[in-house]
T-cell receptor, first 112, second 113 residues
Framework: ETGVTQSPTHLIKTRGQQVTLRCSSQ?????VSWYQQALGQGPQFIFQ???????GRGNFPPRFSGLQFPNYSSELNVNALELDDSALYLC???????????FGPGTRLTVL | TQLLEQSPQFLSIQEGENLTVYCNSS?????LQWYRQEPGEGPVLLVT?????EVKKLKRLTFQFGDARKDSSLHITAAQPGDTGLYLC?????????????FGQGTILTVHP
């Protein structure tokens, strides 16, 4: 059973650029949630995907968008990057309506 | 908006000491979880508590959910250097909010040998 994987591990972008982060869910999990963790803070919920549709969203602007694919992997896209978008982006996978979710190692995004 | 206040933010202790981390909210949560996160890694689930007043033990770690399901605590007995890390509490609101967690800001624990 493979765990949650994320790519890339690190990424450096400049303000105004766009970025795509990827997440492969754990085998058997059909739900993916994305979180943003700023340095020294706890993770903040961005959105969740189930069956290729957004299933709940936190307090993030529309320039944060996502996709889920038929194999349950997911992408997080951020347009018009801002300096404050610098953070660790975590994805977590779970089965539907399950309290237990498994986090990937995260992608460290730095916006210059 | 539900918020979780976690305290203390930093904790530096000697090996063998006991410690308690608190997680408080004015909101009721359906369940509350505690995670531990190492540098460069994602959070790892330690425990989930769902019933008011529930107490769970995991070796030297004791977790408690408040009677009103608004607060929780993590107590570590005889801390060891291997306990060093970031501890996070996370709550789930009611309904179908599975996987949509509200996290506290974390407690950075350092245990010195």
């Amino acid at each position: 059973e493979t765990g949650v994987t994320q790519s890339p591990t690190h990424l450096i972008k400049t303000r105004g650029q766009q970025v795509t982060l990827r997440c492969s869910s754990q085998s058997g999990h059909n739900t993916v949630s994305w979180y943003q963790q700023a340095l020294g803070q706890g993770p903040q919920f961005i959105f969740q995907y189930y069956r290729e549709e957004e299933n709940g969203r936190g307090n993030f602007p529309p320039r944060f968008s996502g996709l889920q694919f038929p194999n349950y992997s997911s992408e997080l896209n951020v347009n018009a990057l801002e300096l404050d978008d610098s953070a660790l982006y975590l994805c977590a996978s779970s089965q539907r309506r399950a309290d237990t979710q498994y986090f990937g190692p995260g992608t460290r995004l730095t916006v210059l | 908006t539900q918020l979780l206040e976690q305290s203390p933010q930093f904790l530096s202790i000697q090996e063998g000491e006991n410690l308690t981390v608190y997680c408080n909210s004015s909101s009721v949560f359906s369940s509350l979880q505690w995670y531990r996160q190492e540098p460069g890694e994602g959070p790892v689930l330690l425990v989930t508590v769902v019933t008011g007043g529930e107490v769970k033990k995991l070796k030297r770690l004791t977790f408690q959910f408040g009677d009103a399901r608004k607060d929780s605590s993590l107590h570590i007995t005889a801390a060891q250097p291997g306990d060093t890390g970031l501890y996070l509490c996370a709550g789930r609101a009611g309904g179908t909010s599975y996987g949509k967690l509200t996290f506290g800001q974390g407690t950075i624990l350092t245990v010195h040998p």
